[in-house]
């Protein structure tokens, strides 16, 4: 086993514990269909956040756990959708999001979108915390 090997494993042992709460909040994206219903329910009702990532990248891990942390912080705003998109399993998903979207693919990546599917913020890799995110909700 190598060190970097190592050192990931233990970070996702370590820092990304999924606690079945933050959970319950978040759906995964797994097909065009759900992105395309999606996108449908939320004209004008609703903002959305997805979070695109790996599950066997340490930069995702940590942007993913600022996300579940900022999620559960949440008081179940019914503005918002939250949902995450696994890049690897869901490769299909994430590219079309991107397409549709008209941004760059990255990994890990947070999209914003306000209630006309606009992008409002787009941040990726270790722009992606948990203050980085409040700061965001708050400016909106």
């Avoid at 759906?27 to 979070?51: A, D, G, N, P, R």
């Avoid at 695109?52 to 993913?64: L, Q, R, T």
């Avoid at 006309?116 to 787009?122: G, I, P, Y």
């Amino acid at each position: 086993m190598t060190a970097i090997k190592f050192l990931k494993g233990l970070y996702l042992f370590l820092v990304k514990r999924k606690d079945e709460s933050i959970m319950t909040d978040i759906k995964e994206l797994k097909s065009i269909e759900e992105w395309e219903q999606l996108k449908k329910e939320s004209l004008s009702k609703s903002e959305l956040v997805i979070l695109k990532y790996s599950p066997y990248c340490s930069i995702s891990a940590f942007a993913e756990d600022n996300f579940d942390r900022w999620v559960s912080s949440l008081d179940g705003s019914p503005e918002l959708k939250i949902r995450k998109v696994n890049v690897i399993s869901e490769r299909q998903v994430s590219q079309q999001i991107a397409k549709d979207l008209k941004i760059v693919h990255e990994s890990p990546q947070l999209i914003w979108l306000d209630r006309e599917m606009n992008v409002m913020w787009n941040a990726t890799h270790y722009e992606i915390t948990k203050t980085a995110i409040e700061d965001k909700i708050k400016t909106r």
